[in-house]
Nanobody, 125 residues
């Protein structure tokens, strides 16, 4: 059973950048689609990006992050990244990664059955 650990969060000024990492342990990401989610205080957890498994790793982005965030994978390191640029105060949230043993990804929470602990991102204005 794959275990996930998200890291890379922190405090950044508006307009800045952060790169989040989602590392797998207890297994590899081979065959797994990976999603990134975030949960802001008082709001429900939302899917913001995902990447499918295999060579044709199709990616999806929520409209709120499209053009600013980029998801990528390094299967040699069992790590999926979320590069976040042009950060805004409304990006402040706890960020989570999730996995499902399936080729295609989806931005819905129920698609995934493995979840890591979150990493906090705070964007100051």
């Amino acid at each position: 059973e794959v275990q996930l650990q998200a890291s890379g969060g922190g405090l950044v000024q508006a307009g800045g950048s952060l790169r989040l990492s989602c590392a797998a342990s207890g297994g590899t990401f081979d065959g797994y689609a990976i999603g990134w989610f975030r949960e802001a205080p008082g709001k429900t957890r939302e899917g913001i990006s995902c990447i499918g498994s295999g060579g044709d790793a199709t990616t999806y982005y929520a409209e709120s992050v499209k053009g600013r965030f980029t998801i990528s994978s390094d299967y040699a390191k069992n790590t999926v990244y979320l590069q976040m640029n042009s950060l805004k105060p409304e990006d402040t949230a706890d960020y989570y990664c999730a996995a499902v043993l399936f080729p295609r990804c989806h931005l819905g929470r129920s698609w995934y059955n493995y979840w890591g602990q979150g990493t906090q991102v705070t964007v100051s204005s």
